[in-house]
Each structure stands twice: as structure tokens, then as C-alpha cells.
């Protein structure tokens, strides 16, 4: 049987309007009840995410290739949606709106990245992936190192106690809802 998954059903899925089923996305919810604040969640997600796009390269099969592409286009979606409803704002508010600007067009940019890897996948050009893929790690690992080292710590230290905890509680929900 051949997985066939077009640019619509990854952007459905990862809006939660199609349901992946319980056994092809094990665990993500969990990913946002990791302990720690909204910082130490996102930090651990970046890690699942390099962790994901690894296995879509070492996938030994069309088949697995697609499986493992709609496990991390769908993780990517919803920790990309959690951040730009909770953090990208209050970066903007309390932090630098040139920053924050950055951070959602480089995220836009991702999300053609990938729906082009799953133009690829569903026309069956696996060939074209690792070049695909290379772009899309290099970007990521890009952008994550602009929220963990530029952005982020200086955000979490000019809030509060209080708003920390509130963005801590809406990015776990936003994230548990686009993955579920
Ligand atoms: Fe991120």
C-alpha cells in the first residue's frame, strides 16, 4: 500500500482538523507537560524536533519516509502555533516587535519548506529529500539559536512571575490542541 499524503493533509493535520490517529503520533501531547517553564518546554521540543527531522533522513523507505515526515511536519506545526499565539506577542509587547517580526517570518518560511518536502514526497521524488532537508535543518537551526540565545532568556527575565506562568499554561495548551 502506498502512503500517499498531499500539502493539504499535512496543513489539516497539523491544524488538528484531520486526525492523525492515536498510534501514529505517540507521546506529543506529552512533550508539552515536560516539567519546567515555557522556556524549558520549548527548549526540549527544539531537541525532539532535530530528533524527528533525523529520522525522516534515516528513513529506509518511501513509506517510512512519509510516516516520519508527517510525524515532524506536525510536531513543527503545532510547536510553530504555540509559539506565535503565546510567545511571538509577548516578545512583541514586553520584548523587541523587530524580533518578534523576525521569529514569524522565519517560521512562515519553514512551513513552504516543508509543504514543498511534501509536494516531493507526494509526487514520489524521494531522491530530491536529503538537499530538501538540509535546507529546512539549516533554517530551523537558525531560528532556534535566535530564540534560545537572543530572544528568549532576555523575554523571560523583563516578565513577570505571573505572565511567565500564564505563557508557560497557554503554550502547553496551545501545543496539546495542534497535536492531539
Ligand atoms: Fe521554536
New binding site residues.
Given amino acids: 500500500m502506498e502512503l500517499k499524503l498531499s500539502r493539504r493533509d499535512f496543513g489539516l493535520a497539523a491544524a488538528g482538523v484531520v486526525a492523525m490517529g492515536a498510534t501514529a503520533m505517540p507521546g506529543f501531547a506529552g512533550a508539552a507537560d515536560a516539567g519546567g517553564d515555557w522556556l524549558d518546554i ?1 527548549k526540549a ?2 531537541q525532539e524536533l532535530d530528533r524527528l527531522l533525523a529520522a525522516v533522513k534515516s528513513a529506509g523507505s518511501h513509506e517510512a519516509r512519509v510516516a516520519a515526515f508527517k510525524r515532524f511536519s506536525v510536531y513543527l506545526f503545532a ?2 502555533l504555540a ?1 506565535e499565539v503565546t510567545v511571538y506577542p509577548a516578545l512583541a509587547i514586553t520584548g523587541s516587535e523587530s524580533a518578534s517580526k523576525q521569529l514569524y517570518g522565519e517560521q512562515d518560511g519553514a512551513k513552504v519548506l516543508v509543504a514543498r518536502v511534501a509536494d516531493a514526497l507526494a509526487a514520489g521524488h524521494d531522491s530530491d529529500l536529503p538537499a530538501m532537508l538540509d535546507t529546512l535543518g539549516t533554517a530551523l537551526h537558525a ?2 539559536a535566535e ?1 534560545e540565545n537572543r530572544d528568549f532568556p532576555p523575554l523571560k527575565a523583563k516578565e513577570d512571575a505571573a505572565t511567565n506562568t500564564r505563557l508557560t499554561s497557554e503554550f502547553k495548551a496551545t501545543f496539546r490542541r495542534a497535536s492531539a
Fill in positions: 520549548i521540543q527544539h510547536h510553530c509559539e531560528h532556534v530564540e
